[in-house]
């Protein structure tokens, strides 16, 4: 069994930086691509960044300049990495990932729990 989990998020100042980081964990063969959601109250659930198995990195405009994706391939982590961040950004972020659990089985979609980041002075 498979399972993300995500750590990182708080309470944050405007302008302020946060670092989210998503563990996997369990039966994984490998890690196809992995990425960042977030969904704020009353919105629906948004792509913020995505790392794909051949490193193409893809960022939501709302985002770009100011947040990282990267990705730990040792311990089977990914970061996000956020700066300069708005109240616009406060959300609960996600982490999710397709994940191979072993070499014959095809690819799965998991997702985290979530963790609140709020942005507010």
């Known amino acids: 069994q498979v399972q993300l989990m995500e750590s990182g998020g708080g309470l944050v100042q405007p302008g302020g930086s946060l670092r989210l980081t998503c563990a996997a964990t369990?039966?994984?063969?490998?890690?196809?691509?992995m990425g960042w959601f977030r969904q704020a109250p009353g919105k629906q659930r948004e792509p913020v960044a995505t790392l794909a198995s051949d490193f193409t990195q893809k960022y939501a405009d709302s985002v770009k300049g100011r947040f990282t994706i990267s990705r730990d391939y040792a311990e089977n982590t990914w970061i996000l990495q956020m700066h300069d961040l708005k109240p616009e950004d406060t959300a609960v972020y996600y982490c999710?990932?397709?994940?191979?659990?072993?070499?014959?089985?095809?690819?799965?979609?998991?997702w985290g729990r979530g963790t609140q980041v709020t942005v507010s002075s």
């Open positions: 999710n990932a397709d994940i191979f659990p072993s070499r014959i089985s095809n690819s799965q979609t998991y």
């Open positions: 369990g039966r994984i063969f490998s890690i196809n691509s």
